[in-house]
């Protein structure tokens, strides 16, 4: 084992007694957190069930109830609408606030709005609009079912001076392939995106993904019964799109009908937005945030890590990591206050 593989280990080990014998509670009282931890999560998913998302950003129903406990039980829970007053009056936040937020707008955070309602707690949904009630396949989704579930043993796809082949053995490499897809429709704009899709479509005609959207993405009905239950809704584009890569008029259009049509179908003014396609692609620009500001949102979050206090800019607010675990998200939350450690970031949307 690498001195690297062994420094990982122990230092794993290290959080988790830490974690266990309440050392992070003692941390947190004797230090409370003056800023906010806006909490990223995505997927409510059992690994042996997941078809439709990668699995750094799963997870199950029974670690997510773990991680809302936890917090409901040891940290003051906020709404996003709560602290964006807060920074935007400039008004000291309470001690150790916390908020949840998800991105992509899955059906599974059906699950994540009845364990939030349980333990009182409310969250904030960033949807992908026209992705919403089975107006379009959320193209992330589609890559990742068709190239698990297809037979075909290979693909090629070539598109924007890339040429692709792959080959689909164990799923494993599977993932492999989606993660190679995946960047090149990231790496480029609409256009390329399509022509991927078309491609991958045409060379796995063995696996239908036609009813893929309506079970794997919120319907209207859905939101607005999570809305009754005290949910908050956010924009995350339209249709997931690679905003920096879009051009501008389509990045701008992406962001603003995205607004437009939530608001449209569910009554009510949508306040906050989140920038999809985070990991290592460019996918938050100066120019990307000033096309938000301009779009009538009042804040907009990131996938960078870290914690947000008055005075942060409200168009790149930080979130913290919350997979692979709740002991990885509390020490790096904990461990931060006095500068110990810090976890990396997620590298999928």
């Known amino acids: 084992m690498s001195v690297k593989k062994i420094k990982m280990a122990v230092t794993g080990a290290l959080k988790t007694v830490m974690f266990h014998t309440g050392v992070f509670g003692i941390i947190r009282r004797v230090k409370p957190n003056s800023k906010a931890a806006i909490l990223r999560y995505h997927a409510i998913v059992d690994q042996s069930e997941n078809t439709y998302a990668h699995p750094t950003i799963c ?30 009056e400039k008004k000291p936040l309470p001690a150790n606030a916390v908020a949840f937020t998800f991105d992509d707008g899955y059906t599974d955070n059906l699950r994540a709005t009845r364990i939030l309602k349980k333990y009182g707690c409310s969250g904030t949904f960033y949807l992908t609009a026209a992705c919403i009630d089975r107006q379009e396949p959320f193209w992330l989704s589609e890559v990742i079912y068709l190239v698990l579930k297809t037979n075909k043993k290979r693909i090629a796809i070539s598109e924007a001076g890339q040429d692709l082949k792959l080959t689909l053995g164990k799923r494993d490499q599977r993932w492999s392939s989606v993660s190679k897809i995946v960047a090149l429709i990231k790496g480029n704009n609409r256009e390329v995106r399509e022509s991927v899709r078309k491609q991958l479509r045409e060379q796995t005609d063995d696996v239908s993904a036609a009813n893929l959207n309506e079970r794997v993405m919120l319907t209207w009905r859905q939101v607005k019964e999570m809305i009754a239950d005290g949910m908050i809704m956010g924009g995350h584009t339209m249709t997931h799109l690679n905003l920096p890569n879009a051009g501008e008029s389509d990045a701008n259009l992406e962001i603003t009908e995205c607004k437009k049509l939530l608001e449209a179908k569910l009554g009510r003014e949508i306040r906050h937005f989140s920038y999809p396609n985070s990991g290592p692609y460019e996918y938050y620009t100066q120019e990307v945030r000033d096309l938000v500001e301009a779009s009538g949102y009042q804040s907009s979050t990131t996938s960078y890590y870290g914690f947000v206090e008055p005075g942060d800019d409200l168009f790149s607010l930080r979130r913290v990591r919350t997979v692979p675990s709740l002991v990885e998200t509390v020490a790096g939350m904990e461990l931060s206050l006095i500068h110990i450690s810090e976890p990396t970031r997620l590298h999928c949307s």
């Open 59 to 88: 997870l199950s129903e029974k670690q997510f109830e773990k991680h809302v406990r936890y917090f409901a039980q040891r940290y003051k829970i906020m709404s996003l609408d709560e602290i964006v007053e807060h920074l935007i």
